[in-house]
């Protein structure tokens, strides 16, 4: 288990190293993400990730250093054409965009985080109806029952802990990578993000 914290941690890192060298950014900036990174690299060693969440992890990595490479050739110019409109307005509007974007993006945030809790409420509903049906055919006693029920609860909330902890992770890497992208680029990454999983739940 510590191997497998021990490859993911470096892939954090090498990954954001390879981001934040593609993006001209000033030396403040890479200085914080550095400290973000490292207080990420903290919080995963910590964890006692099971295999599952460890592969999970792996793979959230290489979808986003793909992504990241799709979405280097479009950095250019679209970064052009965001200092083209910047010329137009003036800074009263420019920082009324900015307001804007980041609305926009809290909006993001908001839908992601109630999919998130309505996929999870529907798995933990489709488990209880398996664990129910699958007691039942098994013509357990009552007794049986409620010690099967005690054990998958403590295994449920073991879960959650361990989902918040991840979830907690996982939002400190987007926010990492909020600070990386420019606005275009994470709404792209976040997309086929989206596409991604509707079709592996197929």
């Known amino acids: 288990m510590k191997t497998a914290i021990t490859k993911m941690t470096g892939a ?3 990954f954001t190293v ?3 060298s593609t993006f001209a950014q000033p030396e403040h900036a890479r200085s914080e993400r550095s400290d973000r990174m490292e207080h990420l690299e903290r919080r995963l060693e910590r964890l006692d990730l099971t295999e599952e969440q460890s592969q999970e992890l792996r793979e ?3 979808v986003l250093r793909i992504k990241m490479q799709e979405l280097r050739s479009a950095h250019g110019e679209r970064g052009e054409l965001r200092a083209q409109i910047n010329e137009i307005l003036t800074e009263e509007q420019r920082a009324e965009a900015m307001r804007m974007r980041e609305l926009r993006r809290e909006e993001m ?5 109630e999919r998130e809790d309505m996929q999870r409420s ?3 509903r489709a488990e ?3 664990l129910e049906q699958m007691m039942e055919s098994l013509n357990l006693t009552e007794e049986q029952r409620e010690e099967i029920r005690s054990i998958t609860e403590v295994e449920r909330q073991k879960r959650e802990e361990s989902r918040e902890q991840m979830q907690a992770i996982m939002q400190d890497f987007k926010q990492s990578m909020e600070e990386i992208l420019t606005e275009e680029q994470f709404e792209m990454l976040r997309e086929q993000q989206h596409r ?3 079709h592996h739940r197929r």
Do not use: H, K, V
Not at 109 to 113: I, Q, S
């Open 18 to 20: 390879a981001s934040t």
């Open 196 to 198: 991604r999983g509707a």
């Open 109 to 113: 945030r908001t839908r992601d985080r």
């Open 128 to 130: 209880s109806r398996d």
């Open 12 to 14: 954090l890192l090498l």
């Open 122 to 124: 529907r798995r933990e």
């Open 60 to 62: 959230q990595m290489e």
